[in-house]
């Protein structure tokens, strides 16, 4: 973010979408008003949301500040503390107008990104021993059809070309409805409703959720972005167990290679989290074979931290240098596997995505530099000839 946007960003793609909303609302507020919209996944995240904080202070010395999102809303006294702050948010009151001194509810589409972010979900109802995401965001809430759809037309009606459907557990979608769905159905409506939308990605998914219909919409719709991230954590089943995943190591390979089977060129992304309390070197090889196993390119990886509150956080921990190391090593064999696959795509053409600072993003969110003068937004065919530090060109 620059230093004269008035939404500062951190962690998840669901509050990018609330940052959206929110930064829709200030424009309609009296005086100067700065959001930190907080992260609170690791211990890192939070100390960044912090920084972010003591930074925006330096930056807009006259501002109202105000700090949102789920570090705020987990840790209100941290932050109502700081010098810097004048208000804190909580996570529940983050989109009500009242909260920004705004006249009315935002539009639900805005033009500060290239791709659209619509929140589908909110909250978690499992119980993850290492996170403490549900203790920020609340049960699982899901959104009707109509108010998604509704959202959706808008971006539409601005020219978007690529909608991301976000969420904490997108692929938990539906089940707290009236006549509880699957995220397949809403999938299915989309498509139906705009068969004039270009693109529809899919933010993070729990495979265990993935629904037959679902399934069959990611294997055999083109206008279904071919880069699906699955929230998998760990390679190792004794870990898995601990961390109350209910999910094995066999069962997260068993799906992309039937995802990989009905559709070759799906690019896969992973979330691994490094040195879990109790995680063993033999452990540690298993979640680092995991990566070509599941043919992982798109890694997030996340040193452990404890989150207090959390079960994990009682659990015998591993020392943090050794975390560190193998956070390391599970970046550079990701890294070993994205260059391989960047690398197989020179002289593929492919439809990227324009984005604002001359880069662009193919289906597979396979990353290109762009010629001179492209536009932001725009969707253009690319045949790259070479892959330099990452970006096709």
Not at 99 to 110: E, G, H, I, L, Y
Not at 151 to 161: F, I, P, Q, T
Not at 203 to 228: A, C, K
């Amino acid at each position: 973010m620059s230093a004269t946007d008035p939404v500062i960003t951190l962690g998840c793609r669901l509050n990018l979408a609330e940052s959206e909303a929110i930064r829709a609302m200030l424009t309609g507020a009296p005086g100067s008003t700065v959001v930190i919209n907080s992260c609170a996944v690791t211990a890192e995240a939070v100390r960044q949301s912090r920084r972010a904080v003591r930074r925006a202070r330096r930056d807009h010395p006259d501002a109202r500040l105000v700090v949102t999102g789920c570090a705020a809303t987990i840790e209100p006294d941290t932050f109502a503390a700081m010098d810097e702050v004048d208000a804190v948010v909580p996570n529940p009151a983050k989109l009500a107008p009242q909260s920004w001194r705004a006249p009315a509810a935002p539009s639900t589409a805005s033009a500060h990104h290239t791709r659209a972010f619509v929140p589908v979900q909110n909250g978690c109802d499992h119980a993850c021993t290492f996170c403490i995401i549900p203790a920020g965001r609340g049960p699982s809430v899901s959104s009707p059809i109509a108010d998604v759809l509704h959202r959706v037309g808008a971006h539409l009606d601005h020219g978007v070309n690529e909608v991301v459907l976000t969420g904490v557990d997108v692929t938990g979608w539906g089940a707290d409805l009236d006549q509880p769905l699957r995220l397949g159905d809403l999938v299915a409506a989309i498509l139906r409703a705009f068969p004039a939308l270009p693109r529809l990605r899919l933010s993070s998914l729990d495979g265990v959720e993935i629904d037959p219909h679902l399934f069959e919409i990611i294997t055999g719709e083109p206008r279904v972005m071919p880069h699906i991230h699955l929230s998998l954590q760990s390679g190792d089943d004794m870990v898995l167990k601990r961390m109350k995943r209910r999910h094995s190591r066999a069962q997260a390979i068993t799906l992309v290679e039937h995802l990989l089977a009905r559709r070759p060129e799906i690019a896969i992304g992973a979330d691994l989290i490094a040195g879990f309390p109790t995680e063993t070197e033999a452990m540690h090889a298993n979640n680092l074979s995991l990566i070509g196993a599941a043919r992982i390119v798109h890694g997030h990886i996340f040193p452990y931290s404890p989150r207090p509150g959390t079960p994990a956080a009682r659990m015998p921990q591993v020392d943090p240098v050794r975390v560190r190391e193998r956070a390391a090593a599970l970046r550079a064999e990701v890294a070993v596997h994205r260059a391989a696959w960047l690398q197989g795509l020179i002289g593929q053409p492919r439809v990227v995505l324009a984005e604002r600072d001359g880069t662009g993003h193919s289906g597979e969110f396979a990353p290109y530099r762009l010629p001179p003068g492209s536009v932001a937004g725009r969707l253009m065919t690319v045949t790259p000839t070479t892959l330099t530090e990452g970006l096709l060109a």
